[in-house]
């Protein structure tokens, strides 16, 4: 397991334990053992707060997402009804994005065979493993667009692109991540 699985666990639990052995390192005059023991868990609870806090300075995307309403004020109704899943077909989201409002770090398309899908993929840079976890998910093609209407002018771009979030928030051709994509 990695250490960012064993972070995930509730906090109670781990500070009970070495609590109790706090204190039982006490009664049979271990007053050290305790020390470090306590020691250990906050230093472990700093930098679950650490890492709370800095995943949560990187958020900048609309956050909760968009309305129907203001994603139409956003893009327009004519827009929007070309981006219905019906037309244009699924894509892949990240949990990071949709579920935790991380702005969208890469995008890329693949070719598709099934007309359901896009063939669209938009990841944050924030996951861990995202190719292989299950924290991705199919989505309708407006769920992006309530997170970010400024992915609207790059939807219609071919398969083989791929596209990363530039230091000004723009998107731009990633030529090393496209020719990696075209060679496999």
């Known amino acids: 397991m990695k250490l960012q699985d064993h972070l995930k666990w509730n906090p109670l639990v781990p500070i009970a334990l070495i609590g109790i052995m706090f204190i039982r390192s006490q009664a049979r005059g271990f007053p ?3 020390i470090v023991c306590m020691a250990g868990v906050a230093v472990w609870l700093a930098f679950c707060v650490y890492r ?3 995943r949560k ?4 995307t609309t956050f909760p997402p968009l309305s129907e309403a203001d994603l139409e004020k956003a893009i327009g109704r004519p827009r929007m009804d070309h981006f219905a899943s019906r037309r244009f077909g699924f894509l ?3 949990d990071m994005i949709t579920k935790y409002g991380y702005p969208v770090g890469m995008m890329f398309r693949d070719e598709s065979e099934d007309k359901t899908f896009s063939g669209w993929t938009f990841v944050s840079g924030q996951e861990d493993d995202w190719r292989f976890g ?6 309708d093609p407006q769920a992006i667009l309530r997170c970010d209407p400024s992915i609207e002018k790059y939807l219609d771009m071919p398969a083989g692109t791929v596209l990363s ?3 000004d928030g723009t998107f731009a051709v990633d030529e090393e991540d496209a020719e990696h994509a075209s060679a496999t």
Do not use: A, E, F, M
């Open 134 to 139: 299950s924290n991705i998910d199919l989505h």
């Open 32 to 34: 050290l053992y305790g």
């Open 57 to 60: 300075s990187k958020r900048v």
């Open 52 to 54: 709370t806090l800095y």
């Open 92 to 94: 892949w989201i990240s």
């Open 165 to 167: 979030r530039q230091p």
